[in-house]
């Protein structure tokens, strides 16, 4: 079955950085698009960062210039570098794909940038 797990997030001062990964399982990674999604509380889940199997990628207008979202076949590995950290990226972070029937997704990973 379709398994995402997310890693790498934590607490971060103001303009720091992380990298979080999503390693998937359970299908075809080559073939799929993949994309990065949060929650912060109170609020509704937003798309942050998309890569399709063609590696073409877009972002939210929020993150544009600051994070990078990159994908390694070879370790069925989805990545999101996030630069210049600010208090509003602080949220749960989810990994996700897409087939014709359903969305999947991970258990998320909290990001909190605070100092």
């Known amino acids: 079955q379709v398994q995402l797990v997310e890693s790498g997030g934590g607490l971060v001062q103001p303009g720091g950085s992380l990298r979080l990964s999503c390693a998937a399982s359970?299908?075809?990674?080559?073939?799929?698009?993949m994309s990065w999604y949060r929650q912060a509380p109170g609020k509704e889940r937003e798309l942050v960062a998309t890569i399709s199997r063609g590696y073409f990628t877009n972002y939210a207008d929020s993150v544009k210039g600051r994070f990078s979202i990159s994908r390694d076949n070879a370790k069925n590995t989805v990545y999101l570098q996030m630069n210049s950290l600010n208090p509003d990226d602080t949220a749960l972070y989810y990994c996700?794909?897409?087939?014709?029937?359903?969305?999947?997704w991970g258990q998320g990973t909290q990001v909190t940038v605070s100092s």
């Open positions: 359970g299908f075809t990674f080559s073939s799929a698009g």
């Open positions: 996700n794909t897409r087939t014709a029937s359903r969305a999947y």
